[in-house]
């Protein structure tokens, strides 16, 4: 709609210097589409969790209209309430008028995030880490090694004995004992750059290795590179690409996350492929929309590279189950029951990327398990990239309600497609202990461990 | 904002935290989901129980302060847009399923509680509310029961009037009135129970509703019939029912919603086409089986150009999804939509889309209607941009026109959105200067003060009628 309406923003000068900045940098034609007919409201957890109209969809972009309009101030409670979003966009799909709530969220926070006035350490941390590490390679793999240096050192086992790790809040104690070991050796030092196809290639896809993923879950990106190669994909893992840009977009920092994914979108275009394929939504959900975040660039080739590469990007179980080989799976067959499995959604996969189907078809497929839909399975965790660090009370509730529903499945492994989901269903177990033994894993970590090798088949067949 | 002396009386009664009057509180409950209405309460207040309401009534009747209570805000007529400012009272903390009488098979319930969550529950006991306003996912059954919402079931099982059989509610002055029960005969004096449901919000506040459940039917199949004349389409109607055969839903969409629908939804429907039904039977699966081979002849009897009967769920889901995309398709054609429920008897449906596509014709504004056809429940809907004051204000020329014509077939302005602020002007229209008195008359034996709701149902201004060029 945007570039067919002339007619545009109110012709208003605000004196409070964040209205003037929310009013420029916010779509107001995005406002204007939201009819206010409420439909987004049961498919928002923070407004299931509170039950008032702010912490909704519509509430909020009420206010942000509001403070454009100049109805009302910007004041502490209207930035609270932007940040208090998950952002995990569940009203988008349920949305009638195609209202793209996560641009228009991701746009008041830019704004806030312009007249920002941090505390001194907040304010470094920042910086620390979204100059300083998540962009830089080296930095990471610094922070990665430091990491595994912590965990097998010794240190850790000295931190926590020491009861050192009680100075920190409870919900940042929490997360460091989830917290996997850690590696310096990434995807790229396990299997290099290149990976053959088992069979006849189907395609030339490269692989995005995340940022945390490639740290905290190297082993994740060795089994997807497998899997894919298994399904008859030739796999490349461009050295130079960087992080996607997810966490800075999603806090604010828009410059940011649009000169990583400049860096990205060239590095990929160079490497001659037919798909870039993710294994964790919250990543995902960025690259696809590269095509949105550059659609304002100067340059009409950087727009045009944006969208070549936004119509690549594939999940990995989308990517296997619509244009790969589908590969065998089974249960070890010690088992004498099925095993149970159950699935949490990434919410950037499923709304965002829209794979819900593909991962629930490859469970479903391994033998000797039985797929098990878990209540809510497609409502948030409370993970939201730094969200349960930022708003660990809103976190915990909504954690909580979610392995209140994992209990009830029974399942030995609860299965999921992101490295943030992950790690808060690791939590939420340690912590709300279900009455079975459970297991967190990543979906691509679960199928690799059960996979049937090519040569395997034949040769039951013979 | 209200006196310091007031909100402190009103916070003794709720607690701190349960009466706001921040900026963000009153801008985010300033609107519904009516399109270009909005107006910043003084406060909001979210109380927990009846006692509460009747304790805060007590106060705001004393300070003459007005209130809206509300659910989720989802209606469509301004009817929970706090126009005269005051309270907005919002009852969502009184959520609860409060019995499920299987003896009697009623259930008792809060007026937060969201309908489809009701709904869901009932259903897992084996029970039935019909029911089905569209918004049922977000909307409450106090709202619906405010409002008398419809939905798609309404010829067979009608609507949610015929499933309230008794409430509790607390008055203007904060005394406390309990209607009906769970009684299917009950004259008892005035029937206050169907006096209160539809009343707006206007009459008094709604705290608790006993509804009435029914057994669910066993079967259900669906079907799609599409005509190039719209006349076959309206006989195609008639002709069910006077074969004695009430379907349980009975939808219509007119041409201009076909090619929009089939434009967002892909699903290469013809598009020479005038008109669609999809016709579902539900009840014992012979008689359902019985109806639809019926229904089936009569279609091709009437010159269907086209008939397709599902065999299975997915099918019927598939066939179901040009229906169910109807509003989200027009929704996304413009920024601004305006849904209105203009309705006429059944046998004037053809007559009326006919006119409806004239006025918009006139107007040079975009409509496309879709409805009940079973009940003669239209939704001509437009789609305009708020901001292009010249165009909002030809649609809203061509709905009076569009109202005026439903009257004139001997329809009314509202089928199931309920008068709120939208329609109050043309409310006269439908039920006359001594019908708009006894109304006036009721209201302030309920509320003298006129506290509850004010600014809706009744305009301060009626509208002049246009005279209507035919031709």
Known sequence: MGETNMMNKPDIKHTNPLAQTLLNKLDYDQLTNCMRCGFCLPACPTFRETGVEPESPRGRIALMKAVADGLMDPDQVFQDQMNHCLGCRACEPVCPADVKYGQLIEQARDAIEDHATHSVPVTGLRKLMFKGVFPKRGSLKLLGGSLAFYQKSGLRKLARGTGMMRLFPDHLREMESILPDSTSRGVIEQVGTFYPAKGTPLARVALFRGCIMDVMFAGTNVNTVELLSEAGFEVVIPKEQVCCGALHAHSGEMDQARSLAKINIDVFKDAGIDYVVSNAGGCGALLVEYDHLMHEDSDPEVRENAKWFAKRVIDVSKLVVEKGRIPRFAEKMSEQADVTVTYQDSCHLRNVMKSSGAPRQLMRSVEGACYVEMKESDRCCGSAGIYNVTQPEMAGQLLEHKMEHAATTNARYMLTSNPGCLLQMKLGIEKHKPPFQMEAMHIVDYLHERLVPAEDRNHNKS | ?471
């Not at chain 2, 598009?271 to 639809?292: F, H, N, S, W, Y």
């Not at chain 2, 509320?447 to 009626?462: C, I, M, Q, R």
């Open chain 2, 1 to 471: 904002m209200l006196k310091a002396e007031i909100t402190a009386k009103l916070r003794a009664i709720v607690g701190e935290k349960h009466y706001r009057d921040d900026q963000e509180a009153l801008v985010a409950h300033s609107y519904d989901g009516t399109p270009m209405l909005q107006s910043l309460p003084d406060g909001v207040i979210y109380p927990s129980s009846t006692e509460e309401i009747s304790q805060i009534m007590k106060v705001l009747s004393e300070y003459r302060v007005p209130v809206v209570s509300r659910g989720s805000g989802s209606n469509l007529c301004g009817g929970t847009v706090p126009s005269e400012g005051g309270v907005v009272m919002v009852m969502h903390r009184m959520n609860r399923i409060l019995e499920v009488d299987m003896e009697n098979l009623t259930a008792t319930v809060q007026p937060g509680l969201i309908t489809a969550e009701m709904i869901a529950h009932i259903e897992e006991l084996g029970l039935f509310y019909p029911p089905d306003p569209s918004s049922m996912k977000i909307s409450t059954i106090g709202g619906n029961i405010a409002e008398c919402s419809g939905g798609l079931r309404g010829l067979k099982y009608g609507t949610t009037k015929d499933y309230v059989i008794g409430l509790e509610a607390v008055l203007a002055n904060g005394s406390i009135i309990r209607t009906g029960g769970k009684l299917m005969k009950d004259v008892a004096g005035y029937d206050l129970t169907k006096l209160l449901v539809g009343s707006e919000g206007t009459l008094a506040i709604i705290t608790e509703a006993t509804l009435k459940l029914i057994p669910p039917p066993k079967a259900k199949k669906t079907m799609l019939a599409m005509y190039k004349d719209i006349y076959g389409a309206a006989r195609t109607v008639s002709k069910i029912i006077e074969s004695k055969i009430i379907p349980a839903t009975l939808e219509f969409m007119d041409n201009p919603t076909i090619r929009v629908v089939d434009d967002f939804a892909k699903l290469g429907l013809p598009l020479d086409m005038e008109a669609v039904l999809l016709i579902e039977q539900d009840g014992d699966p012979e008689t359902v089986e019985r109806d639809i081979a019926r229904i089936r002849e009569i279609c091709e009897l009437e010159k269907a150009d086209r008939l397709e009967v599902a065999e299975s769920r997915e099918e019927a889901d598939r066939l179901l999804t040009a229906r169910r995309s109807a509003f989200t398709a027009l929704a996304r054609l413009r920024p601004t939509t305006m849904l209105e429920d203009a309705t006429v008897p059944r046998s004037k449906i053809a007559d009326m889309v006919l006119r409806i596509n004239e006025i918009a014709k006139k107007y040079n504004v975009t409509i496309a209607t879709f409805g009940h056809a079973g009940d003669g429940n239209l939704h001509p809907t437009a789609t305009t941009d708020a901001r292009d004051k010249e165009e909002v204000h030809r649609v809203e020329e061509a709905f009076a026109e569009i109202f005026e014509a439903s009257i004139e077939l001997g329809g009314t302005i509202t089928g199931e959105h309920g008068v709120g602020i939208v329609k109050a002007p043309y409310l006269e229209w439908k039920v006359g200067a001594p019908g708009i008195e006894v109304m006036r008359g009721i209201k302030a034996a309920f509320d003298p003060h006129n506290l509850l709701n004010p600014g809706k149902v009744f305009a301060k201004e009626s509208r002049k009628r246009v005279v209507l060029q035919h031709g």
